[in-house]
Nanobody
Framework: QVQLVESGGGLVQAGGSLRLSCAAS????????MGWYRQAPGTQRELVAV??????NYADSVKGRFTISRDNAKNTVYLQMNSLKPEDTAVYYC???????????WGQGTQVTVSS
């Protein structure tokens, strides 16, 4: 089984920073990609950032403010969030895509709230 455990969410004032962590365990290899998504109330889940072995990609709304990184030794992916805005408020979910057997896994989500 695959388990993704997220941590690092919380309440922060606008302009502040948070770092999210997602530790993966179980039958996770080989990994195609790991990423972060978010979902605000009444909206669809949206991609925030994704990292593969060779590249990173970001939603336009977070470019220049968020950085995704990965520690392969710890099977952990991070999302450093700087210059946070109230519109960043959402539940943030970690995602892992395994190459074979192909499957996609989700963490339980962690709440990020940015006050104005």
């Amino acid at each position: 089984q695959v388990q993704l455990v997220e941590s690092g969410g919380g309440l922060v004032q606008a302009g502040g920073s948070l770092r999210l962590s997602c530790a993966a365990s179980g039958s996770i290899f080989p990994i195609t990609a790991m990423g972060w998504y978010r979902q605000a109330p009444g909206t669809q889940r949206e991609l925030v950032a994704v990292i593969t072995s060779g590249s990173t990609n970001y939603a336009d709304s977070v470019k220049g403010r968020f950085t995704i990184s990965r520690d392969n030794a710890k099977n952990t992916v991070y999302l450093q969030m700087n210059s946070l805005k109230p519109e960043d408020t959402a539940v943030y979910y970690c995602n892992l895509i395994r190459r074979y057997p192909a499957n996609s896994y989700w963490g339980q989500g962690t709440q990020v709230t940015v006050s104005s």
